[in-house]
């Protein structure tokens, strides 16, 4: 894990005049920072003590502090090309999108390889992506590497296949249908491969300064022979390390687990793909899809699982899986059920392993979670983007399947640990967006409070990489943290009654702001990194 140090001088900072979100003290409205972690949270009369003893004091104005936000899945170089480079999320149709690959090729003449992302053509009234033939005239026959919103298939020109030998034999490679499995991984390697140091490095800095402007002060990056390169993922720690901004937490997803260690991973986890994704029809169900005559691939069995749960619990390092489809959990938790067996339920539990993204979950998973400690690292944005029953979710499964993916308020009623993450660049960095699309999920039975939202979304992060001493604002903690102006703060939960009780100030609740859909979201004036401002807006 990336540590951003501490500054060079130790500078004491008194902040009031605000809102302080405290667990400490649910009125309070100061805050003392020393030697980068949280000194003393209080009233605005006991502020007054400090005043003269610090060497700062910042007026907030009314505005709220609370801790940063971490993003526990994050993808750091392809969210920083998608940043700086060719952006098909917003595009309404297959025309759209080709207007803006040949726009993009055009103004970029000299590049080696042109990459993009972000096509989703269950949105687009033509339901198709576009053909390669078609790109190879967009792009006047070079190179294009084009990713799916879900990253789990790609279009390409012929171009960059035939800089992939025996791509068209591999796994994956259907002539005239983007590619999925090996082809498609084979084929991603090449065009990352074709990207500059510069331009990777570049690329990089943009994510996590966006997601620094963001109020996010940790990310965790879940890498990968499959999904990166090692000289990707060890430059992004190294370059976390050395330049202020925020925290980075590597994950390296490879059974290879002294590997991972030796690469700086604090887990061999993140995205080990225990199948791939709905919208690519690749994740792994019990029945077949809805609308394809399958039911997707499953990489890992119980008995892999097994043996890298073992491995890696012995070894004191997190597993973690990425599992979507119902089958795939499944094959997850009858993995982990084989390994407690063998080494004892206790030392399961103490290793905190995570499976990402969970979505298909039964009762009887979600227990297993429970019981064996997993943390469940999911992306409340996936329901927001393809959740209802008009959603992509119900073309791939039907509508009562559909129902039921991303259950939150069940794993919290379970006890499952939650750690929020966006997935970046499948959804966009979006903290606060992310706590709304949990407490206002499309399937009302699977919300929860902005305040559970919230917690999963900051503490949760730490908890979920062995941390329970940061991510809440109170004496001793870490002092990452973030600066906001808002609006009014309130207590919004599923339940009214839970509201009402809430809202009385004999509850002792911390505000949060209304997330109400429609509502304006908070906007990020200030973000600091182990005492480090990292972030401050423009003109504030």
């Not at 919004?492 to 509502?519: C, F």
Request: proline residues 7%.
């Amino acid at each position: 894990m990336s540590e951003s140090a501490p500054p060079a001088e130790h500078r004491t900072v008194l902040l009031r005049g605000g809102d302080v979100h405290s667990p400490a003290d649910p009125f309070a409205t100061a805050m003392v920072v020393e030697r980068g972690h949280i000194a003393w949270v209080g009233s605005e009369g006991a502020a007054d003590a400090f005043a003269s003893g610090v060497d700062e004091v910042i007026d907030l104005e009314g505005a709220l502090v609370t801790p940063a936000f971490v993003d526990a899945h994050v993808h750091t170089t392809a969210t920083g090309l998608s940043l700086t480079g060719l952006d098909l999320s917003g595009a309404a149709s297959l025309a759209e999108s080709a207007d803006r690959i040949r726009a993009y090729a055009a103004a970029r003449p000299t590049d080696r390889i042109l990459i993009g992302h972000g096509w989703d053509a269950s949105r687009w009234p033509e339901r198709r992506p576009p053909r390669r033939d078609e790109l190879d005239e967009l792009t006047g026959g070079r190179p294009l590497y084009l990713t799916r919103i879900d990253v789990h298939s790609a279009v390409v020109t012929t171009a960059l296949l035939d800089l992939v030998p025996g791509v068209r034999s591999m796994p994956g490679f259907r002539d005239g249908e983007p590619l999925t499995g090996d082809a498609h991984h084979a084929v991603r390697s090449a065009a990352y491969a074709a990207v500059s140091p510069e331009q990777r490095a570049a690329a990089q800095r943009a994510a996590l300064r966006h997601a620094a402007s963001l109020g996010i002060g940790t990310v965790h990056e879940c890498a990968g022979p499959d999904i990166s390169s090692e000289d990707d993922f060890v430059g992004l720690l190294k370059a976390a390390s050395d330049e202020p901004g925020p925290r980075v937490v590597g994950y390296w997803a490879d059974t290879d687990v002294e590997r991972a260690r030796a690469l700086g991973a604090v887990g061999a986890a993140g995205d080990l793909f225990a199948d791939g994704s709905l919208g690519s029809h690749t994740a792994c169900l019990h029945e077949p899809y809805a609308d394809a005559p399958h039911s997707g691939v499953a990489h890992l069995d119980a008995a892999a699982v097994a043996a890298h749960v073992t491995a890696c619990t012995e070894a004191g390092i997190q597993a973690g899986f990425h599992a979507i489809g119902d089958h795939a959990i499944s094959n997850v938790v009858e993995g982990m059920r084989a390994a407690a067996d063998a080494l004892g339920l206790a030392r399961i539990r103490a290793a905190r392993h995570r499976v990402e993204h969970a979505e298909m979950l039964t009762p009887e998973t979600v227990a297993a979670f429970a019981e064996y400690g997993l943390t469940a690292s999911v992306q409340p944005a996936f329901d927001a983007a393809w959740g209802g029953d008009t959603g992509m979710y119900a073309q791939r499964l039907g509508i009562e399947r559909a129902r039921t993916l991303n259950p939150y308020a069940a794993l919290l009623r379970a006890g499952v640990p939650l750690a929020f993450g966006s997935d970046s660049p499948v959804t966009p960095l979006d903290p606060w967006g992310t706590v709304r699309a949990a407490a206002f999920h499309r399937t009302p039975e699977h919300r929860i409070s902005v305040r559970a939202a919230f917690t999963a979304h900051t503490r949760g992060g730490w908890r979920a990489i062995g941390r329970d001493d940061a991510g809440t604002l109170v004496p001793g903690a870490p002092a990452d943290y973030a600066i906001w102006r808002t609006g009014e703060l309130v207590v919004q939960a599923p339940d009214d009654r839970v509201a009402r009780w809430s809202t009385d100030p004999r509850s002792g609740t911390p505000g949060l702001p209304d997330l109400t859909p429609g509502t304006a979201l908070p906007v990020c004036l200030r973000t600091v990194v182990f005492g480090q401002t990292v972030y401050v807006r423009p003109n504030e």
